[in-house]
């Protein structure tokens, strides 16, 4: 999974950035604020149930009919639990059986759309950016500095890569404001979201799901060659 993204997140930059030198006579940019909901999937909670929150702002740069590329900044927080763990025998390790994740991300987002009017569109991303999370227990403390709570000799960064691909869709009314729905996975390279690998299953990274509401505002501006 994590090849197959970074391939595609590749194939997405190249295709993006090559036809932004044949943009049309008119740049579009659309400016967004995002409300909305992120699930986790950790060792913890193997499977999306607990809907956690994630705030986002992003600028997109539409220079021709087929693709924009968008910048994201976002902010999260999610939760995640298991009452099994506490009945684990833990004489020498003391794992978390609940864990809060704050997360702050930064990403660019090269996109194609697959249906393309002047006010509504749907269209797909594969992004690439960084995560920077900390995980807390019940009494808000932090987890990471709790060496007891993972394997011997096991530490992680709290700094990771972020492979999003999403599925976007948005509509412009006739002022060029309008409304987007945002769905898709964050998809970041790490398995210590709930501060648990080792003790979980290390084979697989941790993942937020998305669904976001946001409210946008178009702009057109006229390209230089266009002024001439």
Known sequence: MRKQAG???LISFLLAFSVYGQQDSTLTKIAGISFGTSIPKTDLEPAYKKPGTQMSASLQFIPNRWFNVGFWVSVGEVQAENRDVRFFDQGEFQINDFAKTNY??????????????PNYSIYLSQGFGFLRFSVFDRDNNDLASKLNSRDQGEDYSNFTVLLPTTLNAYYFLANDFGFQLRTGWLNPQTDYLDNISNFGNPENNDNLFILQFSLIKRFNFKTLEDEK
């Open 7 to 9: 391939i595609l997140t």
């Open 104 to 117: 702050q991300s930064l990403h660019v987002e090269p996109s194609i759309h697959l249906l393309k009017k």
